[in-house]
């Protein structure tokens, strides 16, 4: 019965000698003997963008393209979020300590891939990869590494932590890299299995190489290419294999990325004009923490800011959201005087931030207004406490729809024809300067510190008013500028409108600090969802 007793307790035993021996790991071990090593030689100075002028190059993405430490779990979840579900994102989080607990680095990537990518369409997380990751991956890359990208003349990455397919729309659009190398992720019928190939060192380079050098291995030997690695001890340089087929290699230590600076956003290689997703914060593990934790709290405030402002007077909205986190600022501008002779509404055009902007001008104004739109889900008209009127892309019956909405009463237009988050105005439709009326332009800027209050992803934009209240501190800037002045259509046609349409957006981005674009709601869309953003229920444009 003993001998059957220690047998059994030896699994056991081996199992709490396996825990001691990962939570050591990274410890030193005091009564082991140092075997005396020769001194490695220094490892040669950084590049200079001189020597890399018109050269191919073999970058680490996580050593020299993002500054170091890089932390995967933000990224991983994020795709956890955004191309699942926040329940996704939930067991990711609870199981991260385990996986930091007993897993290395490399497994440890594998196993959030697994959490994050399992059972998720392919096309979905595409989407995100390319929509959402690239403003989080561009917050998080290093001036210099962009530099370096920017001064060859052909430009290979590659990547051991991340899946090819989460980096591919950042390092092409936003960095300027010419084909990207990494782990691809197992799918079945267009889904993700959620494993990632096990490639072996041979395997990642030779498909380096065919990404520099195509096809044809000798050439690729000779000609060679300068690799720009980490420190040997990351294990990056053995996946880049730089020691065989580049003519030279450098390698970055902590030393030389200690002082590296953030990029700037103007000098983002390609400007970041549209992103989607959710999360405004980048969620590492604590920040993710905190929002799980605040979520019904957020809740509850939700159903208390809509019901405050669906049902309560203007004057009073503003005061009881004030009390709950909401800050709103109106700006000392100039008081609206812009009427039509004759009679009717006042006409008042502005960017467009959220679903809520008709709604804070009309309580900044303490009286009703109607909105018009392109497609408004019935959700948001049942909850909108103002009128609502929709446009049906005909040009010639919004015109008149909107002259008769605008003698009724006040009218707010939101002529970029789509949300944009960051500071750009879209090019505004000349069609509210055909109506003949002077206009009043409103001048809005939204901050938001947990979740964006716009989306592209369809079937879920019903939401957008909801995660925008959902905020713990969302914040509104409203002012009032000078009227413009419009001449009649049949004293200028649609040229004079255009010219009209222009002038107000330049006195909209002056007021704001927003640059100016020529860009679309068909650009976003394009951009962020891969169609041109029509409702498929809506008449073609004509």
């Known amino acids: 019965m003993a001998m059957k007793s220690s047998s059994l307790c030896n699994p056991f035993v081996s199992l709490f000698f396996f825990l001691l021996r990962k939570l050591a790991g990274h410890r030193h071990h005091r009564g082991r003997m140092a075997v005396p090593t020769k001194p490695s030689p220094p490892p040669p100075p950084l590049p200079t963008l001189d020597m890399l002028h018109g050269q191919t190059l073999v970058v680490d993405v996580e050593a020299w393209i993002l500054r170091p430490p890089v932390s995967a779990f933000p990224y991983f979840m994020l ?5 699942g579900s926040f329940l996704r994102g939930l067991l990711l989080l609870l199981l991260y300590p385990l996986m930091l607990l007993l897993l290395g680095d490399g497994a440890r990537a594998k196993a959030m891939a697994t959490v994050a990518f399992v059972g998720l369409e392919e096309k979905e997380v ?50 300027g890299v010419d084909a990207v190398v990494g782990p691809e992720v197992r799918s079945v019928g267009g889904v993700l299995a959620g494993l990632m190939d096990d490639e072996d060192a041979d395997e990642v380079a030779a498909k380096t190489l065919r990404a520099v050098f195509g096809d044809d291995m000798e050439a690729a030997r000779k000609k060679g290419a300068v690799g720009l690695v980490g420190p040997a001890s990351s294990g990056r340089v053995r996946y880049l294999l730089c020691p065989y087929y580049c003519k030279e290699t450098f390698a970055v230590s902590e030393t030389d990325t200690r002082g590296w600076r953030p990029l700037p956003r103007d000098k983002y290689p390609r400007p970041l004009v549209f992103h989607d997703g959710r999360l ?28 405050a402002f669906s049902f309560l007077p203007y004057r009073v909205c503003f005061p009881v959201g004030a009390l709950t986190g909401v800050h709103y600022r109106l700006v000392a501008g100039h008081e609206p005087t812009a009427t039509r002779q004759g009679g009717g509404g006042r006409l008042y055009v502005c960017n467009h931030r959220t679903l809520l902007d008709p709604v804070i001008v009309a309580a900044a104004l303490g009286k009703p207004v109607t909105a018009v739109t392109y497609s408004l889900s019935p959700v948001s008209e049942l909850i909108a406490p103002i009128r609502t009127a929709r446009l049906t892309r005909d040009r010639e019956k919004d015109q008149r729809n909107m002259a008769a909405v605008l003698a009724r009463g006040d009218l707010v237009v939101c002529p970029e024809g789509t949300t944009c988050r960051e500071e750009y105005l879209l090019r505004l439709s000349p069609l509210f300067a055909e109506l003949g009326v002077d206009v009043n332009p409103v001048a809005l800027d939204t901050r938001v510190g947990m979740f964006y209050g716009t989306s592209t ?81 809506a008449p073609k444009n004509h």
């Open 280 to 307: 405004a914060f980048a969620p590492t593990p604590p920040a993710a923490l905190a929002m799980y934790t605040f979520l019904p709290f957020g809740i509850v405030l939700v159903v208390f800011r809509i019901i």
């Open 457 to 537: 992803k369809p079937g879920r934009k019903w939401m957008d008013p909801f995660y925008f209240m959902m905020n713990p501190r969302p914040a509104y800037r409203v002012e009032f500028l000078p009227r413009a002045a419009t001449a009649p259509v049949d004293n200028g046609g649609r040229g004079h409108s255009i010219d009209v349409a222009n002038r107000v957006q330049r006195e909209l981005g002056k007021a704001l600090g927003f640059e100016l674009t020529g860009l679309t709601r068909k650009d976003k869309y394009m951009t962020l969802a891969g169609n041109e953003g029509v409702v498929p229920t």
């Open 79 to 83: 795709v956890a979020v955004e191309a």
């Open 126 to 175: 595409a989407r995100v990869g390319r929509a959402v990751l690239p403003k989080f991956f561009l917050e998080a890359t290093a001036a210099e590494g962009v530099a370096a990208v920017q001064a060859a003349a052909r430009v290979v990455a590659v990547s051991v932590t991340f899946p090819r397919v989460m980096v591919d729309g950042f390092l092409r659009e936003y960095v």
